[in-house]
């Protein structure tokens, strides 16, 4: 180390080593400077020493973790555009994606000569570890690997020493960001309003649903903070949770209609689209990934299993590192998982299933009553103690915020006539987002999957001063086809209500017993 020693150069005097009454007065002086000037240099090595140690814990952090691979040090998760690291396969998780902006054929921004006048967000929970069931299932999956593997091919060594380490149902780190930037988002994009407006806040009461309405407020928060125009007081917003017990209505968790739920005749159309699709497209992937993991002899359903270890491991990081798992599978392949995760939403929840939208009928209503500002009519989901008091469903509120779960979701947007227009989805040949009228689960219920629902007063050009009401997802604009929208995607407010007849009549609830 001598290029350290070089930084120190000299000595200390011969004569520091006597006792210090032995000393004369301009010795000690130049003996106290000396010791003054040795210990500035020792802290001057300790502060290197310390960089040194960072820098070596950033290096590890931007690799995967198996191979020492080099990962370029990105901030992957932005407020504007969500997740843009690796998005050539990050983008192709299905639900397990984390949100990321959607390419809009119309520009989202808010036309010009357009003034504001009400926004609603409805967003998913953000990233969040697997369900309990999920969980026990990858740890039998792993340990079945390390047992009987007879080797690991090249680019797989890693399982072999890899150690699950993934929690059950909770946000991770990840996903809270994810929420705190989304409240940032509606904010700032929002700003005309939210200077002036405070929003209602509303969420279903499982955790991970209330932990992220929670931090989407503290994103808020911080962007009101940040505005010099607003005089608004910074204090926290409060949320109205709504129970998802078994048997009481709620919006923004289904469960009530037992032919949909688990056991009813329209339960397993879902499974059923995506069974047909795994035998066509797993095959192959499954036949190299076993000749790669002799001896292990994986099904096609454990191969599901095995990319799903993707997304999950890469949101357990804080900044979102792509997980190894993630390499074992090519940029074609994520496609098709993406394509089998997004069967699964479509004839699961979805306008596929016959009573799917039926379950976003509800909520949609409440939309209308917001939107016009009168009480809610509404026999299905929706709770009716909550929604007839002014404390729990105020209708006087510029800006709204619910917070639910991808399936609640799924049936909003059929209940919103949103995809009513898209042919349905081939369950044997993958089709494109683009060609599916923007219909993937990446595109759509992502972790931390947000849709817009904006009203306009617009002006000159662009308008003739009636209202205007406009639908994002995910930042895409989306046309509803139960109306005539224009070329920015916005449909007058009475034509829009009234193209919402499906859940203005209470949509197939009558079948739900059937």
């Given at each position: 180390?001598?290029?350290?020693?070089?930084?120190?150069?000299?000595?200390?005097?011969?004569?520091?080593?006597?006792?210090?009454?032995?000393?004369?007065?301009?010795?000690?002086?130049?003996?106290?400077?000396?010791?003054?000037?040795?210990?500035?240099?020792?802290?001057?090595?300790?502060?290197?020493?310390?960089?040194?140690?960072?820098?070596?814990?950033?290096?590890?952090?931007a690799t995967d973790g198996s191979n020492?691979?080099?990962?370029?040090?990105?901030?992957?998760?932005?407020?504007?555009?969500?997740?843009?690291?690796?998005?050539?396969?990050?983008?192709?998780?299905?639900?397990?994606?984390?949100?990321?902006?959607?390419?809009?054929?119309?520009?989202?921004?808010?036309?010009?000569?357009?003034?504001?006048?009400?926004?609603?967000?409805?967003?998913?929970?953000?990233?969040?570890?697997?369900?309990?069931?999920?969980?026990?299932?990858?740890?039998?999956?792993?340990?079945?690997?390390?047992?009987?593997?007879?080797?690991?091919?090249?680019?797989?060594?890693?399982?072999?020493?890899?150690?699950?380490?993934?929690?059950?149902?909770?946000?991770?780190?990840?996903?809270?960001?994810?929420?705190?930037?989304?409240?940032?988002?509606?904010?700032?994009?929002?700003?005309?309003?939210?200077?002036?407006?405070?929003?209602?806040?509303?969420?279903?009461?499982?955790?991970?649903?209330?932990?992220?309405?929670?931090n989407w407020t503290q994103g808020y928060?911080?962007?009101?903070?940040?505005?010099?125009?607003?005089?608004?007081?910074?204090?926290?917003?409060?949320?109205?949770?709504i129970s998802e017990a078994k048997g009481?209505?709620?919006?923004?968790?289904?469960?009530?209609?037992?032919?949909?739920?688990?056991?009813?005749?329209?339960?397993?159309?879902?499974?059923?689209?995506?069974?047909?699709?795994?035998?066509?497209?797993?095959?192959?992937?499954?036949?190299?990934?076993?000749?790669?993991?002799?001896?292990?002899?994986?099904?096609?359903?454990?191969?599901?299993?095995?990319?799903?270890?993707?997304?999950?491991?890469?949101?357990?990081?804080?900044?979102?590192?792509?997980?190894?798992?993630?390499?074992?599978?090519?940029?074609?392949?994520?496609?098709?998982?993406?394509?089998?995760?997004?069967?699964?939403?479509?004839?699961?929840?979805?306008?596929?299933?016959?009573?799917?939208?039926?379950?976003?009928?509800?909520?949609?209503?409440?939309?209308?009553?917001?939107?016009?500002?009168?009480?809610?009519?509404?026999?299905?989901?929706?709770?009716?103690?909550?929604?007839?008091?002014?404390?729990?469903?105020?209708?006087?509120?510029?800006?709204?915020?619910?917070?639910?779960?991808?399936?609640?979701?799924?049936?909003?947007?059929?209940?919103?006539?949103?995809?009513?227009?898209?042919?349905?989805?081939?369950?044997?040949?993958?089709?494109?987002?683009?060609?599916?009228?923007?219909?993937?689960?990446?595109?759509?219920?992502?972790?931390?999957?947000?849709?817009?629902?904006?009203?306009?007063?617009?002006?000159?050009?662009?308008?003739?001063?009636?209202?205007?009401?406009?639908?994002?997802?995910?930042?895409?604009?989306?046309?509803?086809?139960?109306?005539?929208?224009?070329?920015?995607?916005?449909?007058?407010?009475?034509?829009?209500?009234?193209?919402?007849?499906?859940?203005?009549?209470?949509?197939?609830?009558?079948?739900?017993?059937?």
């Amino acid at each position: 180390m001598d290029w350290i020693r070089s930084l120190f150069p000299g000595g200390r005097p011969e004569y520091t080593s006597l006792p210090e009454d032995e000393l004369s007065a301009g010795q000690r002086r130049v003996f106290r400077e000396h010791e003054h000037k040795r210990k500035l240099r020792l802290l001057i090595v300790a502060m290197f020493v310390t960089i040194l140690a960072i820098l070596g814990l950033l290096f590890i952090q931007a690799t995967d973790g198996s191979n020492g691979r080099p990962r370029r040090l990105r901030k992957c998760d932005t407020p504007d555009l969500g997740f843009q690291c690796d998005a050539n396969i990050s983008h192709s998780w299905g639900q397990y994606s984390p949100y990321f902006a959607v390419p809009s054929e119309i520009d989202p921004a808010i036309p010009q000569d357009c003034e504001l006048t009400f926004a609603q967000v409805l967003s998913r929970h953000g990233a969040r570890d697997p369900t309990l069931g999920k969980s026990v299932q990858y740890i039998y999956l792993v340990n079945r690997i390390q047992e009987n593997a007879e080797r690991y091919g090249s680019g797989f060594e890693f399982l072999k020493t890899y150690k699950f380490g993934l929690g059950a149902d909770q946000l991770t780190l990840f996903g809270e960001r994810q929420m705190v930037n989304s409240g940032l988002q509606f904010y700032n994009r929002y700003q005309s309003l939210a200077s002036k407006s405070v929003p209602f806040v509303r969420a279903s009461d499982q955790n991970r649903v209330v932990v992220s309405a929670k931090n989407w407020t503290q994103g808020y928060n911080t962007a009101l903070k940040k505005d010099e125009s607003s005089n608004l007081p910074h204090k926290p917003l409060p949320i109205l949770e709504i129970s998802e017990a078994k048997g009481l209505n709620n919006t923004l968790s289904h469960g009530l209609c037992d032919a949909f739920e688990k056991g009813g005749k329209y339960s397993e159309v879902g499974d059923s689209a995506q069974a047909t699709y795994l035998a066509t497209f797993a095959p192959p992937i499954n036949a190299r990934i076993n000749a790669n993991l002799p001896g292990v002899n994986l099904t096609n359903e454990d191969l599901i299993s095995l990319m799903d270890l993707c997304p999950f491991n890469t949101v357990a990081s804080p900044t979102g590192v792509l997980s190894p798992f993630c390499d074992l599978f090519t940029e074609e392949e994520w496609k098709l998982y993406d394509y089998y995760e997004s069967l699964g939403k479509y004839y699961g929840y979805g306008p596929g299933n016959p009573l799917g939208p039926t379950q976003g009928v509800g909520w949609v209503n409440e939309l209308i009553a917001r939107l016009t500002r009168r009480p809610v009519e509404d026999h299905t989901t929706t709770n009716s103690t909550l929604d007839e008091s002014p404390e729990t469903f105020p209708l006087d509120r510029e800006l709204y915020a619910d917070f639910s779960h991808d399936n609640d979701m799924m049936g909003i947007l059929g209940a919103l006539g949103v995809y009513n227009g898209v042919k349905p989805l081939n369950n044997n040949t993958r089709q494109e987002p683009e060609d599916a009228g923007g219909f993937s689960a990446a595109w759509t219920v992502a972790f931390a999957a947000r849709i817009y629902v904006e009203k306009m007063v617009c002006r000159g050009t662009k308008g003739n001063g009636e209202e205007l009401v406009r639908i994002l997802v995910n930042g895409r604009v989306v046309k509803p086809h139960n109306c005539e929208a224009d070329d920015f995607g916005r449909c007058n407010l009475d034509q829009f209500v009234e193209g919402l007849e499906f859940a203005r009549k209470g949509g197939k609830w009558g079948e739900c017993w059937a």
